[in-house]
């Protein structure tokens, strides 16, 4: 290939509108251009690098039986309406009408469909199965940001497995895991397998693959002791014991006038940590008093993934007023009309103090056993970094992170919603075992760059990197220079390296610079000087390191470092 005859547009400035390493890196390099919001064409060297990923994606699934198709990219709602997910998924779904007036969907991920086909698996002697593709997906995010690791279309390899029974899927499971941790190793991403939430995806056991990242909108927990890793919504830590006196046989209502916050209440003799602290949701329509120690933060997909509430939201200081007869400030649930969901911190507390449904009135002496209905418990609060790790007790660090790989072990919600049944060993009809895997491939690329980039541009890992060696015709107009940088071209071509020729009637330092821009791995620069001496400088853009090698030796020398 010659850098002549490429559409690579690199820019000199950043562009105003990056707000990221990579998103800035991307477009300056040549890579991506924007088209809209959300939206971006990838420019031939996006393509080259985004093909290496896939290939290496599609290795490691291959390798572990996984077997490849493509399904259609814009659905009907008649199967996410048998799953329950038309309704919801919000706003990210996009949805349109065809000329008949019937509503269709475009994909946002594909668990319906695939499950459609797999209707066919009618007996468990066809089990188990492994299929993926590599698809573009579809999702209005209200906010897209960050170039290429928010956007409204990217491509997912998404994958699904399919057993007769959970011991099936797990071992499909640990297959995959191994896969993904083999496929960011060889991406060049330090990722970590984190704990997570089901989201809107259903199932039990999830895992997220989170590279961390000062740019990354996800915040992970971690140990560095003993490994724990959980992504914030999932995360827990473990507490001292509360050291709680036994308080009065009743909770005593005390004024506060102006207190409307936990800090306000510590005028009173009331710590944060025994203070409790009531919000009101609204739970797909119906309002919910969720209750957290008063220094505990809600985290608000563990409210979600806790009740299995479609839709969430705090409720208006109207709707509260009406519902408890006092502003918040001063809410409690002790004899309060509504459902209450409390966070297992508050299990068994006693001599609390709480807000009593009177304006500027406030309950001393709460035991939550005896004077709360407690309706469910669950695991709410957010975990703070520095708290001791609930698997070994040394301090949790956080860490924001960017998602680069979800697994789910689906069961059989979609199996049954849509029908896919085999015969077992017994002859009975039973539902098939799911799980999903999912990576985002643009948002990979991405990824790549966060971790890898400098001052002077983008590093690309050799094993994704578009071309491996770029050869520089330092003075193009110099026959013997031009010609001696051709011979070099054509011996690492010839040698099956990937290489670029750069002959462009440019000065030495544009070239030096785009090269180092768009991250190729090696620079191989024949000129003048080095010619006069029989000679080509040999760089590693990693490390800048330069070597002087003799022109005969230049093709050996580079598939040593490629080798290396």
């Known amino acids: ?62 390798a572990i039986g996984a077997q490849e198709m493509l399904l259609p990219a814009m659905h009907p709602a008649e199967p996410w309406r048998r799953s329950g997910r038309w309704d919801l998924i919000g706003a990210e779904l996009f949805r349109l009408r065809d000329r008949r007036g019937a509503e269709h969907a475009l994909g946002l991920t594909h668990e319906e469909i695939f499950a459609t086909v797999a209707r066919e698996l009618d007996s468990y002697r066809r089990l188990p199965q492994q299929w993926y593709q590599f698809q573009t997906k579809f999702r209005d995010e209200p906010r897209p940001k960050g170039g290429l690791l928010r956007t409204r279309e990217f491509t997912m390899k998404d ?21 993904y941790a083999r496929i960011f190793e060889r991406l060049g991403l330090p990722a970590l397998a984190c704990e997570a939430s089901n989201g809107t995806m259903g199932g039990s056991d999830s ?21 724990y890793a959980a992504n914030i919504e999932r995360a827990t830590s473990a507490l001292p014991a509360a050291q709680d006196g036994p ?100 299990r068994g507390r006693r001599d609390m103090f709480t807000g009593a449904n009177t304006d500027d ?32 007790g040394e301090p949790l660090e956080a860490l924001r992170a960017i998602e680069v790989g979800h697994v789910f072990k689906l069961g059989d919600r979609y199996s049954r919603a849509l029908g896919v049944e085999v015969l077992d060993a017994d002859g ?37 990197a578009p071309f491996q060696v770029a050869v520089v015709t330092a003075q193009s107009d110099d026959a013997d220079v031009a010609a001696a940088a ?27 610079r785009d090269v180092e821009l768009t991250g190729i791995p090696f620079r191989v620069t024949v000129g003048r000087r080095g010619l006069a001496e029989g000679a080509a400088e040999v760089t590693v853009r990693a490390t800048g390191d ?19």
């Not at 005896?370 to 469910?376: K, M, N, T």
Request: aromatic letters at 6%.
């Open 1 to 62: 290939m010659r850098w002549s005859q490429m559409f690579v547009p690199t820019l000199r400035e950043d562009p105003a509108e990056a707000d990221a390493p990579s998103h800035r890196l991307l477009l300056r390099a040549g890579y991506v251009r924007q088209l809209t919001a959300g939206h971006y064409s990838l420019l031939p060297l996006a393509v080259r690098v985004r093909a290496k990923i896939i290939q290496i994606v599609r290795a490691e699934m291959d």
């Open 159 to 179: 994958a699904y497995s399919f057993d007769v029974d959970r011991a099936g899927l797990d071992a499909s499971f640990e297959a995959c895991l191994g896969a």
């Open 207 to 227: 895992t997220e693959f989170m590279c961390p990242a000062p740019v990354g909108e996800d915040v992970v927990v971690r140990c560095p002791a003993c490994g």
């Open 247 to 346: 308080g009065p046989d009743a909770p005593e209502r005390f004024d506060t006038p102006g207190v409307r916050t936990i800090d306000d209440l510590l005028e009173y003799g009331a710590p944060a940590d025994r203070q409790i602290k009531t919000l009101v949701y609204v739970l797909d329509g119906a309002p919910t008093l969720v209750l957290l120690r008063g220094d505990h933060p809600l985290n608000e997909q563990k409210l979600v993934d806790a009740t299995g509430a479609a839709e969430i939201r705090a409720a208006e200081p109207a709707e509260i007023l009406e519902a408890l007869g006092a502003l918040p400030g001063s809410l409690g649930a002790v004899g309060a009309p509504l459902p209450v969901i409390a966070d297992e911190a508050l």
């Open 361 to 392: 009135v406030h309950l001393r002496g709460v035991d939550v056993g005896r004077d709360i209905e407690v309706g469910a418990w669950a695991d709410l609060r957010e975990v703070a970094e520095g708290e001791p790790c609930a698997r070994c």
């Open 428 to 464: 009975r009809s039973v539902p098939v075992i799911m799980g999903s895997y999912g990576i985002g491939i643009e948002r990979a690329m991405a990824a790549i760059v966060e971790t890898h980039h400098d001052e002077r541009g983008i590093v690309w890992p050799v094993a994704v």
């Open 486 to 512: 051709e011979e070099v071209y054509a011996g690492l071509s010839a040698a099956g390296v990937e290489v670029v020729i750069d002959d462009r009637p440019e000065r030495a330092g544009v070239k030096f």
């Open 546 to 564: 330069t070597s002087k090698i003799a022109l005969d030796s230049v093709v050996e020398h580079v598939r040593s470092l490629l080798a290396g």
